[in-house]
């Protein structure tokens, strides 16, 4: 009974998908795709595909690192604007006020540019464990990514932290759970429930804001897709693909994150 | 100086640019036929899933060099695009797709009643966007469109990359010439700084403005 309604589910979604212009348009689309890979060169692909694939990667272990660190520090700085005293509070808002008002490229040179060309300047820093870091451009562009996430991210957490209802955090009280206890079991899982949709926007929009460690000489697809380019003199093939891997990274995000959301129970608060 | 004035001239631009496609694509993605509907569909979807410092790339290069072939292929000559027209264009097409989703949400949160009795008044629809949908879904929209300002006014960074003499580039070439990189770079986070806080306080007020007469948003919870 049940398998029958599902299938019927599904042919009626099908129908829905494959009406009369929607074929049409899905045959132009697919029109150009096939004249696209026809007349164009795709001749460099071959020598080129494994650094694409470095540079993938690249982007990708950028991103998870940068979203799993800016959301550490997203926690505290939401927390400290939603509960804290206005000493905890008010850095907090600078901060976010600040990443949020400059652009990322900005913060990003600054960081390589301004700080990079302050360290060399100090022996100390050039003896110590650190400089062969501080000499690569890698570590910039995390730490200008994170704080960037953290910055945007910590506004959200703000409101994802004031909007659980208080006597959730009363009753837990009641129970005589510890600060805590409260903060790891009711808080902070309540909070991060409903900060989830726009976790999904904003880890997107991180995503798109990976190729501008480009800039500062991170070898990740958008410096890989830049030097064939400069090699082979093509425009537009290299530009074409390097969207079509953003967006299929993009519906991949999307896609995860959805099934994430599915398993959260929808009644909160 | 110079390049703050670039970079604000082309937030405005861009910023215009993009309500005007936004509100012309909510019309469409609303009320237009299955094909608008669907072709719109797949431009914000697809501006919004691409990085915008691809898009640029992409559509600085391609966009000038496809005005030129047609150009060329009409028999004009071919012209100079100025950087400050391109980047216009090339941010205010990004911008429309964002803003044509909130235009669409804010058009959505309209009560219903007040377009079928506009409709009912026999208005044409050129007088009822005018007289009743932009005003009506402005206090829905602001927040949104503000903060797409806010990121127009951010995205204009992305265009020293293709060499467009903007706030940030200028930053960098001034810093390179004077090795003192932190002071410049830090001077134009102020400035960047301060356009968002002015912008926030005048949005601010306008969107009291719009609100005016409405019920307030503390009171109704």
């Known amino acids: 009974m049940a398998n029958e309604a599902a299938i019927i589910n599904t042919a009626a979604r099908a129908s829905l998908w494959l009406q009369p212009h929607r074929i049409v348009l899905i045959l132009i689309a697919f ?35 940068t979203c799993t660190l800016g959301f550490m520090i997203a926690v505290p700085v939401g927390l400290a604007q939603a509960a804290g005293s206005i000493w905890v509070a008010a850095p907090a808002k600078v901060f ?52 960037s996430f953290a910055g945007y991210e910590g506004e959200v957490m703000r409101g994802a932290f004031a909007g659980v209802p208080k006597g959730q955090l009363e009753a837990a009280r009641a129970f005589g759970m510890s600060r805590w206890k409260i903060f790891r079991r009711i808080w902070l899982p309540q909070a991060f429930y409903r900060a989830l949709p726009t976790l999904t926007g904003e880890t997107v929009l991180q995503l798109k804001s990976t190729p501008l460690v480009a800039t500062i000489s991170v070898i990740d697809i958008f410096a890989v897709s830049s030097k064939v380019r400069q090699d082979t003199y093509l425009t537009y093939e290299p530009l074409l693909l390097l969207a079509l891997i953003y967006m299929a990274i993009t519906g991949i995000l999307v896609f995860a994150f959805s099934r994430i959301e599915a398993r959260i129970p929808v009644k909160i608060g | 100086m110079l390049g703050l004035l670039h970079s604000l001239e082309i937030a405005v631009g861009a910023t215009i640019l993009g309500l005007l496609i936004g509100t012309w694509g909510a019309y469409s993605k609303l009320y237009g036929g ?37 150009l060329a292929a009409m028999g004009y000559q071919r012209v100079d695009i100025s950087g400050l027209v391109a980047g216009i264009a090339v941010l205010g097409f990004v911008q429309g797709a964002y803003s044509t989703e909130v235009i669409r949400g804010a058009i959505l949160a309209i009560p219903q009643g007040q377009i079928e009795a506009a409709r009912a ?44 003499f903007e706030l940030t580039l200028a930053t960098r070439q001034a810093a390179g010439v004077t090795k003192a990189y932190l002071v410049f770079f830090l001077a134009a986070g102020v400035l960047y700084l301060c356009v968002t806080l002015i912008s926030n306080f005048l949005l601010g007020r306008a969107e009291k403005w719009a609100r005016r007469g409405m019920p307030s948003i503390k009171e109704a919870r």
């Open chain 1, 31 to 65: 029109g150009l795709v096939a004249s696209a890979a026809y007349f164009m060169r795709w001749d460099w692909l071959p020598q080129y595909w494994k650094m694409g694939l470095v540079g993938i990667w690249r982007a990708l272990w950028i991103l998870a690192v």
């Open chain 2, 34 to 70: 299955p094909v608008v509907r669907d072709l719109f569909a797949v431009y914000t979807t697809v501006v919004r899933a691409v990085p915008e410092l691809v898009l640029i790339l992409l559509l600085y290069y391609a966009g000038t060099d496809l005005i030129n072939q047609v």
């Open chain 2, 121 to 164: 008044f026999g208005m044409s629809p050129g007088l009822l966007l005018r007289r009743i949908t932009l005003p009506a879904m402005l206090p829905f929209a602001i927040p949104g469109l503000a903060n797409l300002w806010l990121i127009a006014t951010k995205d204009t960074a992305l265009l020293a990359v293709v060499g467009f």
């Open chain 1, 96 to 147: 976010c006020t600040i990443i949020r008002g400059t652009p990322l490229l900005l913060q990003l040179w600054l960081l390589y540019y301004g700080l990079g060309s302050l360290f060399p300047q100090y022996p100390w820093i050039r003896e110590s464990w650190m400089w062969p870091y501080l000499r690569q451009a890698w570590p910039y562009g995390v730490l200008a990514l994170t704080l």
